[in-house]
Every structure is written in structure tokens, then in C-alpha cells.
């Protein structure tokens, strides 16, 4: 199981969604509020680029002695279509400063001091300490999830579907009447979730771990076959 660390990290430098919640600033558009990029530093920090004219850079320039409180809220949706579908939202609080000369003309830098993160998802709720995230390291699949859960769900629906002989008991009650509907919701280094569900009954999910957590896509494809030949056997 990833550590609640290990999972902050991995939203943290991903491609979700993500937004600054400044004190006074309730009333600016969401959209200038959103990074275009987010990076860990060193000592467990963000680092958040904005456009130069962000209501949020505007606020950490002016701001004095660190005084700038903020929470950068990330909010993870599974990239394929499937009931209750975002997955978690990670809070990442501290105190906001900027960082001139550090990006590309018409942007600026900004530092969130990283006070505390707090962590809700599908494995569980969890606080993070800032020492805790920068040891941490991002899966080595985050970068290739999104991509890789849209092709099992639109090319590999039959291999999902045979997933439900693994559950032995529940897998039998679930599939009583006809196959469920199984939805690929997330992938990393330690193994596959998927969500069963019918039309007319509750959802439920099943992770299905790999022997060994996989450290490549190579190491990836293999623990794959090795998982859906279970599945047919």
C-alpha cells in the first residue's frame, strides 16, 4: 500500500486539478487561481507557477514577513467515466511567498512554505507531515495512468470483466444474473482498482495487487499478463 505521503506527493506533481485558497480572495475566478505547473522542492515546499497578473501573485508580492496564509486543494477525478468518480482531494497548507527572476516572461514563482497536508482518497484519510512529503516519492506510473486506464477500459473490457472470477464468493453474488459492469478507477505500483456495478444495484471496488510493485511500464505489461491470465485460468 502507498503511504498517505507517497500518494499526496504523486497528486501533488500530477496533472489534476488543482487551486489556491487565499484569505480575501474568495471572490477572484477560480481560474486565476490554478497553477500551471507544481513542483516539490528539496526541503518538502511547493513551488507553484501562476501568470504574472494572478490575483495570488499579486497577494504574495505585497504580502509581509510571510504573512500569507494559503491551501492549495487538489481535487483527483478518474479519468474514465464511472459512478462516484473523483477518487480524492489532498489540502497542502502554508504560508505563500513569491519567487522573482525563477520563470518564464509573463509568469511568476510562488513558494507554499509547507505547514501540514491532509489526504482523503480511496484507500483512506490521512495528515502529512511537511518532512513526510519531501522524502516521499511520486509513483513512477502517474505520468502514464490516465492514459493507460482509457485504453483497458475502451480495448480490454472483456479482460476486466473476467477480473470477477477472482473474487471468488462476492465475485459469484455479483455476477449472478448477468457479468457486472467493471470501470478500471486507478493504477499505480502496487496493483489495479476496478469498479463493478449494474444498473440497478450498489457499486463496489476490488484492488487487485501485483506480486511485486512494478517500478517501469516493461515491469507494468508483465504484471498485467500475469493478472489477467489469472483471471482465465
Not at 6 to 31: K, N, Y
Not at 120 to 130: F, K, S, T
Request: charged share 25%; proline share 7%; net charge negative.
Amino acid at each position: 500500500m502507498p503511504s498517505a505521503a507517497e500518494r499526496t506527493r504523486t497528486l501533488v506533481q500530477s496533472t489534476c486539478s488543482a487551486v489556491l485558497l487565499i484569505p480575501g480572495l474568495e471572490s477572484a475566478g477560480s481560474d486565476t487561481l490554478m497553477p500551471l505547473s507544481r513542483t516539490v522542492g528539496p526541503e518538502g515546499d511547493l513551488f507553484l507557477e501562476l501568470p504574472a497578473d494572478s490575483p495570488a501573485v499579486r497577494a504574495a508580492s505585497t504580502a509581509q514577513d510571510d504573512e500569507l496564509e494559503a491551501v492549495l486543494e487538489i481535487t483527483d477525478v478518474a479519468p474514465v467515466s464511472v459512478p462516484h468518480r473523483v477518487r480524492g482531494r489532498a489540502r497542502v497548507s502554508g504560508r505563500l511567498t513569491s519567487v522573482p527572476g525563477m520563470a518564464a516572461p509573463g509568469r511568476m514563482l510562488l513558494r507554499l512554505e509547507t505547514d501540514e497536508a491532509h489526504l482523503e482518497d480511496l484507500w483512506g484519510a490521512g495528515a502529512v507531515r511537511p518532512q513526510e512529503l519531501r522524502d516521499a516519492a511520486a509513483d513512477p506510473l502517474a505520468g502514464h495512468e490516465a492514459e493507460l486506464l482509457q485504453h483497458l477500459h475502451a480495448a480490454h473490457g472483456e479482460r476486466l470483466g473476467a477480473l470477477c472470477e477472482l473474487l471468488g464468493e462476492r465475485g459469484a453474488r455479483a455476477g449472478a444474473g448477468s457479468r457486472p459492469s467493471v470501470v478500471p478507477v486507478a493504477l499505480d505500483r502496487h496493483g489495479l482498482r476496478v469498479r463493478f456495478f449494474e444498473r440497478s444495484g450498489p457499486c463496489f471496488d476490488a484492488r487487485f495487487e501485483f506480486p511485486e510493485p512494478v517500478r517501469d511500464m516493461t515491469e507494468l505489461r508483465h504484471a498485467m499478463r500475469t493478472l489477467f491470465d489469472a483471471a482465465t485460468r
